[in-house]
């Protein structure tokens, strides 16, 4: 198996030097190997992300060790795009054109996925368990080959706007987003609730993914009247606006993306007491949370962690999602016995029901199939309280518009 590599011309050059042999009628597959494709932001603006790279390297690594999958290594090859669309293009033509990877596996990030999505489809690769919840890798008919994991972005955004609207039925809303696919599926999810009220209970401002802060932007929308806030941020924009909107003393309902509630990278860093009352959604089981102190699935990713990643912040949870698609992922590779032809791997992508996760929150389960490209559906909404997030209410499901 092979570490993550930073993107530059000397480490893919050893990446590349390292080869192993390729099969001749099946990509990728060799008798003993299996080549697995992942572009993750080691560096540049969505580099808090990059642990869940570090994370499925780990893993194949105790998988490799521990004997891999029916008589095949895992080479997982993981390379630094930098959350940069063009550099996400050219490293996954690496990864193909160059490495043969089988399919590619949980690559990172919204802007970048749709970069390489129409190319991916075209070739008919595997594009599995993508690390970002937009709602567009739920459209199994243009993108047969594409499955996300989470839930879709625009159906979380649904679930916080009905929740705004029993909870304050005349609020008005000030939506900040990256202006991006990703940021965009959590407008037209409010959209999709308020309908013609929008207009008249929503102001709404976006940032770039490159920007260094959002100053102007919470400025605007506190001056606004907004008394509800919702924030749909990487994490570092996310614990800016925490930062921010104390500092303005700004206090309205205040509602973030489940993408960036990570104790580790954002709560912390904008102060844990500077985001009490902050509501999200949930479908993993917060590591920081001692409900599941003795939670079996926990305790076995945290078991993992002491081992395999000694030293990294466990409060973190992106260590405990992309432990989730990395159990995803082994499940399809149990199913396909020993067959990773890429026909193969999509057919037991898109065959997987009722299947269990040690980090799922209780009652929730992955399933696919040829017209179910969203695995997880649902989510709990929850508070923080300066220390953990706090689930209340029962599980919601929503389908994707």
């Known amino acids: 198996m092979k570490v993550f590599a930073l993107a530059t011309a000397g480490a893919f050059a050893v990446v590349l030097a390292a080869g192993a042999a390729r099969a001749a009628d099946t990509p990728g597959v060799t008798d003993t190997e299996i080549k697995i494709g992942n572009t993750s932001p080691y560096s540049g603006p969505g580099s808090t992300y990059g642990v869940l790279g570090k994370l499925e390297s780990a893993y194949f690594g105790m998988v490799n060790e521990q004997g891999g999958i029916a008589g095949h290594k895992i080479n997982f090859i993981s390379l630094d795009d930098g959350?940069?669309?063009?550099?996400?293009?050219?490293?996954?033509?690496?990864?193909?054109?160059?490495?043969?990877?089988?399919?590619?596996?949980?690559t990172l990030?919204?802007?970048?996925?749709?970069?390489?999505?129409?190319?991916?489809?075209?070739?008919?690769?595997?594009?599995?368990f993508l690390a970002t919840g937009a709602n567009?890798?739920?459209?199994?008919?243009?993108y047969p080959w594409t499955i996300g994991w989470q839930p879709s972005y625009r159906t979380e955004a649904q679930i916080y706007a009905t929740y705004i609207v029993k909870v304050k039925p005349d609020a008005k809303i000030g939506l900040l987003y990256q202006n991006d696919d990703f940021g965009k599926d959590y407008l037209l999810g409010f959209k999709?609730?308020?309908?013609?009220?929008?207009?008249?209970?929503?102001?709404?401002?976006?940032?770039?993914?490159?920007?260094?802060?959002?100053?102007?932007?919470?400025t605007s929308l506190q001056s606004s009247g907004a008394n509800v806030f919702m924030v749909a941020a990487l994490p570092k924009m996310s614990a800016q606006a925490i930062r921010k909107a104390h500092d303005q003393n700004w206090q309205p309902m205040y509602l973030t993306s489940n993408v960036s509630i990570s104790v580790g990278a954002v709560m912390n860093p904008a102060?844990?007491?500077?985001?009490i009352g902050i509501i999200s959604g949930a479908f993993v089981k917060d590591p920081s949370d001692p409900t599941w102190a003795n939670d079996p699935g926990m305790k076995e990713w945290r078991a993992f962690m002491d081992k395999y990643m000694p030293g990294a912040d466990q409060s973190d949870n992106n260590y405990v999602v992309a432990y989730g698609f990395c159990k995803t992922l082994m499940q399809v590779l149990q199913q396909a016995k020993g067959d990773f032809s890429r026909e193969n791997i999509m057919a037991q992508a898109n065959?997987?029901?009722d299947l269990e996760s040690p980090v799922l929150l209780p009652g929730l389960k992955i399933n696919t199939s040829p017209t179910n490209h969203h695995p997880v559906r649902a989510m709990q909404l929850e508070k923080w309280d300066g220390k953990k997030w706090v689930?209340?209410?029962?599980?919601?499901e929503g389908a994707p518009s």
């Open 391 to 396: 689930l209340f209410g029962d599980v919601i």
């Open 136 to 142: 567009k890798w739920g459209d199994y008919k243009d």
């Open 192 to 218: 999709d609730v308020l309908g013609d009220k929008f207009d008249k209970m929503v102001t709404v401002a976006t940032y770039e993914a490159t920007d260094a802060t959002i100053d102007s932007q919470m």
């Open 83 to 106: 959350y940069s669309p063009p550099k996400t293009l050219e490293q996954t033509r690496a990864l193909v054109e160059q490495e043969n990877v089988a399919f590619t596996f949980a």
């Open 351 to 353: 065959a997987l029901h």
């Open 109 to 128: 990030g919204t802007p970048t996925n749709s970069a390489i999505v129409r190319y991916m489809n075209q070739k008919h690769i595997p594009h599995l």
């Open 271 to 275: 102060g844990p007491e500077n985001g």
